[in-house]
């Protein structure tokens, strides 16, 4: 069974604070992704990643940056954290024939961050 | 250019009865796969049904039936026999062959299930 955790299911920060939400998949995944969430909007891609130390700007990267120094673990940066930055932060991955269908995407139970 | 939509913010069903949720998508490319994925409010997002652009038949998974009319560029999920616990947000996706492994989210549908 693929499992994708997520470091904290919620999270409250300051803002200007640097920080980082952490990822892991436990089924050698070669993607990686990770998506904010708010309402009306359905899950917007901030980046991805095919590979390690590899990484890709999705459809909403300003004000973040990710790692992925191994291949299990992607972790995403919110340099300096604004309010416009409170929201569900889900993480996923997928392999070309990683599950019962390709590119499935497995998703971590989500971080809730909220930035005062 | 909106790839998916999905025109239904929220509905309501009466419990035991069926459920249409609405997606629509736009695409050029002639290999694709479409995901609908439920979200209960504990936040995980579960798979529920995929539908391979090639596939000659409507996928169904037990009371989920994915209704897949390919001219019209739509991928309706079809819940039968609704349920309490099916009470939760839906999302239609859809990954296309140029895009590797990336899946483009529709807004979501927010259900809710009556007794």
């Known amino acids: 069974d693929v499992k994708v955790t997520q470091s904290s299911r919620y999270l409250v920060k300051r803002t200007g604070e640097k920080v980082f939400l952490e990822c892991v998949q436990d089924?050698?995944?070669?993607?990686m992704f990770w998506y904010r969430q708010d309402p009306g909007l359905g899950l917007r891609l901030i980046y991805f990643?095919?590979?390690?130390?590899?990484?890709e700007k999705g459809d909403i990267p300003e004000g973040y940056s990710v790692s992925r120094e191994k291949k299990e673990r992607f972790s995403l940066i919110l340099e300096s954290a604004s309010t416009n930055q409170t929201s569900m932060y889900l993480c996923?991955?997928?392999?070309?024939?990683?599950?019962?269908?390709?590119?499935?995407?497995?998703f971590g139970p989500g971080t809730r961050l909220t930035v005062t | 250019a909106q790839k998916i939509t999905q025109t239904q913010p929220g509905m309501f069903v009466q419990e035991k009865e069926a459920v249409t949720l609405d997606c629509t998508y736009d695409?050029?490319?002639?290999?694709?796969?479409l995901f609908w994925y439920k979200q209960p409010s504990s936040g995980e997002m579960i798979f529920l049904i995929y539908?391979?652009?090639?596939?000659?038949q409507n996928a169904t998974e037990g009371r989920y039936s994915l209704n897949f009319q390919k001219a019209r560029k739509s991928a309706n999920l079809v819940i039968s026999a609704s349920q309490l616990g099916d009470s939760a947000m839906y999302f239609c996706?859809?990954?296309?062959?140029?895009?590797?492994?990336?899946?483009?989210f529709g807004q979501g549908t927010e259900l809710s299930v009556k007794p």
């Open positions: 089924m050698d995944h070669e993607n």
């Open positions: 695409t050029s490319d002639p290999s694709y796969g």
């Open positions: 996706a859809m990954r296309e062959l140029n895009q590797g492994g990336k899946l483009i």
């Open positions: 996923a991955s997928s392999a070309p024939l990683g599950g019962e269908h390709p590119y499935e995407q497995y």
């Open positions: 539908q391979g652009s090639y596939d000659q």
């Open positions: 990643s095919y590979d390690v130390k590899m990484k």
